[in-house]
């Protein structure tokens, strides 16, 4: 079993930043490929960033493509996201899980994290 567990969201205003981290535990999770999903009210889960096992690979979707920052230290069991010049439209509830690399689907996801609070105002 892998327990994923989101900190770091909050409030802040329009072109603020904020760092999210999603702290793993249980089974060894640097064999793991990992995403962030965020679901604003209203709206379907979709996926911000994603990175593979040993972080060679990344990928942006295209709202957040240079402005968010996704990373991981296997030795921490830590995966981050960081997202600058945030914007209203980012306001949701922020997710890590366990995908397979590849895979955009939420159906997808063997494991999630309790999510996180982002708000942005403007």
């Known amino acids: 079993q892998v327990q994923l567990v989101e900190s770091g969201g909050g409030l802040v205003q329009a072109g603020g930043s904020l760092s999210l981290s999603c702290a793993t535990s249980?089974?060894?999770?640097?064999?793991?490929?990992m995403a962030w999903f965020r679901q604003a009210p209203g709206k379907e889960r979709e996926v911000v960033s994603a990175?593979?096992?040993?972080?060679?690979?990344?990928y942006y979707a295209d709202s957040v493509k240079g402005r968010f920052t996704i990373s991981r230290d296997n030795a921490k069991n830590t995966v981050w996201l960081l997202l600058n010049s945030l914007k209203p439209e980012d306001t949701a509830v922020y997710y890590c899980?366990?995908?397979?690399?590849?895979?955009?689907?939420?159906?997808?996801?063997?494991?999630w994290g309790q999510g996180t609070q982002v708000t942005v105002s403007s």
């Open positions: 990175i593979n096992s040993n972080g060679a690979l990344t």
């Open positions: 249980g089974r060894t999770v640097s064999v793991y490929d």
């Open positions: 899980a366990i995908i397979p690399w590849g895979i955009r689907i939420p159906g997808r996801a063997a494991y």
